[in-house]
């Protein structure tokens, strides 16, 4: 088992930046990349960006200059660096997992930006 706690969310306004964390714990060696996803009110969770164990980048997000996925194998953590914040950005941010038969997830961390 792995358990997935995020933090760094809360409120900021347009503009600026906030820094996500994912700390990993458990058998963090039966998983290899992770990501994180975003839930906005009323929509579908959707995927944000992935890195690999070896550090292998990729985003899935229109404007992915905006944000910036990394990773600390030594720390077990990963991160999500989203900067010229939007309040379109307003979401649950989950980190995950994947692993078989089924993923981790963590249970989540609210971001909300202020116009």
């Known amino acids: 088992q792995v358990q997935l706690v995020e933090s760094g969310g809360g409120l900021v306004q347009a503009g600026g930046s906030l820094r996500l964390s994912c700390a990993a714990s458990?058998?963090?060696?039966?998983?290899?990349?992770m990501g994180w996803y975003r839930q906005a009110p009323g929509s579908q969770r959707v995927l944000v960006a992935t890195v690999t164990s070896g550090g292998v980048k990729k985003y899935f997000h229109s404007e992915k200059g905006r944000f910036t996925i990394s990773r600390d194998n030594a720390k077990n953590t990963v991160y999500l660096q989203i900067d010229n914040m939007k309040p379109e950005d307003t979401a649950v941010y989950y980190c995950n997992a994947p692993h078989w038969p089924q993923d981790y997830w963590g249970q989540g961390t609210q971001v909300t930006v202020s116009s």
């Open positions: 458990g058998d963090v060696f039966s998983i290899n990349g």
